[in-house]
């Protein structure tokens, strides 16, 4: 069965960085698409990043342009989102999402803190 498995959150201060991971399985992985989304709390899951089944095409919401960098190492299976000069709006639960024969597949979330 498809499984997202997520790491790389944590505590970090504003303007810090962090990578998050998402490993996967379960699927042909070089022939999916992969997403980043965000939940910060109140408020609605939102579309961070995607990348496209070979890496050629990424698209960002506006608030991550030059800020986020999504990648993927599709001999390992796993999607990267490289976080840069980041803000306390940043908070979130970072989520990895694929759709794998049109159903939605969504790993268990990794948590994100900015803060001093």
């Known amino acids: 069965q498809v499984q997202l498995v997520e790491s790389g959150g944590g505590l970090v201060q504003p303007g810090g960085s962090l990578r998050l991971s998402c490993a996967a399985s379960?699927?042909?992985?070089?022939?999916?698409?992969m997403n980043w989304y965000r939940q910060a709390p109140g408020k609605e899951r939102e579309l961070v990043a995607s990348i496209s089944s070979a890496g050629g095409r990424t698209n960002y919401a506006d608030s991550m342009k030059g800020r986020f960098t999504i990648s993927r190492d599709n001999a390992k299976n796993t999607v990267y989102l490289q976080m840069n000069s980041l803000k306390a709006e940043d908070t979130a639960i970072y989520y990895c999402n694929c759709v794998v024969n049109y159903e939605s597949y969504w790993g268990q979330g990794t948590q994100v803190t900015v803060s001093s």
């Open positions: 379960g699927f042909t992985f070089s022939r999916a698409g």
